[in-house]
């Protein structure tokens, strides 16, 4: 079992920042360098969609076409914490972000994904 919290989301004006954090405890016999984890996000009104993942070693990482440039996604396993640094935030980045587990490689097929959180708001205003 892997229970996943975000944090950090908020309201921010365009162009603006915010880190969101994901921490995690795991109760399985595998460390949690052993999940991948990835963020996904649900604007009102739209499908979930993948936005970034990073592999459990930290090794590789995959991104959206849409955040790429702005978005960067690290971890630290040490504190079972995977982080989403969000920079040059638009309006159309407004949604819920969500951040989910898997055991092996990134993908961005969320139902590839066993563990989710709770989700984090993110507002962006024009």
């Known amino acids: 079992q892997v229970q996943l919290a975000e944090s950090g989301g908020g309201l921010v004006q365009a162009g603006g920042s915010l880190r969101l954090s994901c921490a995690a405890s795991?109760?399985?016999?595998?460390?949690?360098?052993?999940?991948?984890t990835g963020w996904f996000r649900q604007a009102p009104g739209k499908e979930r969609e993948f936005v970034c993942g990073?592999?459990?070693?930290?090794?590789?990482?995959v991104y959206a076409d849409s955040v790429k440039g702005r978005f960067t996604i690290s971890r630290d396993n040490a504190k079972k914490t995977v982080y989403l640094q969000m920079n040059s935030l638009k309006p159309e980045d407004t949604a819920v972000y969500y951040c989910?587990?898997?055991?092996?490689?990134?993908?961005?097929?969320?139902?590839?994904?066993?563990?989710w959180g709770q989700g984090t708001q993110v507002t962006v205003s024009s």
């Open positions: 795991v109760r399985t016999s595998n460390p949690f360098s052993g999940y991948t």
């Open positions: 989910a587990a898997r055991y092996g490689n990134v993908r961005s097929d969320e139902r590839l994904y066993d563990y």
């Open positions: 990073i592999r459990g070693s930290g090794d590789s990482t």
